[in-house]
């Protein structure tokens, strides 16, 4: 009988802590889909590593140092979890007259996009109030038109590897002589601009 109550103490003991590692098991799942779900930052990656090393949320079964391995194991994880999220994104053609644009990069702190300008066309002559842009010519050859009114705009033809900027105010345009391909990255303001002439109507405001 003595062999039994000891048996059943020790296997009571073990269930105790297969209880434990069960409740922690939950902790570190329930911190790792928050995450998940949450965006992709540092920040975030952040509060995974406080809410695993939280001893409030682990049991004492699970010592401080298992608490650090697991923390850093599913917070290495989260990383290619979040990096395979991200890289999944696709980039969004959008069609213009003149050609198309490739939005590649859409945050709330930036924007990247390609401009395809077929040959013979020209953007709108227009401005931007908020958006500040840089530009580079990948292919093809461009006439870029510039200036801080309609009357005092100056013009020049530029090749692969010239680069350009747009201030906010100031008006611009650029005109395809062939075929040409141009890098912009700018302020994420994509729907900030007003056409003062457009050879396709679309105008937006008098100079």
Do not use: F
């Not at 702190?109 to 010519?137: F, N, T």
């Amino acid at each position: 009988m003595g062999s039994t109550w000891q048996r059943y103490g020790e296997l009571n003991t073990e269930l105790r802590g297969l209880r434990g590692r069960v409740v922690a098991l939950q902790a570190v799942a329930e911190a790792a889909e928050a995450v998940i779900k949450a965006p992709a930052s540092d920040r975030a990656r952040d509060r995974l590593q406080r809410r695993l090393l939280d001893a409030g949320m682990t049991p004492d079964v699970v010592t401080a140092a298992k608490r650090q391995t697991v923390a850093d194991g599913v917070t290495a994880a989260l990383r290619g979890t979040i990096r395979e999220r991200e890289a999944a994104i696709p980039a969004r053609v959008v069609p213009k007259p003149w050609g198309h644009e490739i939005w590649w990069a859409v945050t709330e702190l930036y924007a990247g996009k390609i401009l395809h300008v077929e040959r013979g066309h020209r953007l709108s002559l227009q401005y931007h109030r908020q958006k500040d842009e840089s530009c580079y010519l990948l292919s093809g050859l461009i006439e870029v038109t510039r200036g801080r009114s309609q009357h005092e705009l100056e013009r020049r033809t530029i090749k692969p590897g010239a680069t350009w900027r747009n201030r906010p105010g100031e008006i611009h345009t650029i005109e395809a002589l062939e075929d040409s391909d141009v890098i912009e990255v700018s302020t994420p303001q994509l729907d900030d601009v007003v056409r003062l002439v457009d050879d396709y109507g679309r105008i937006d405001a008098a100079p």
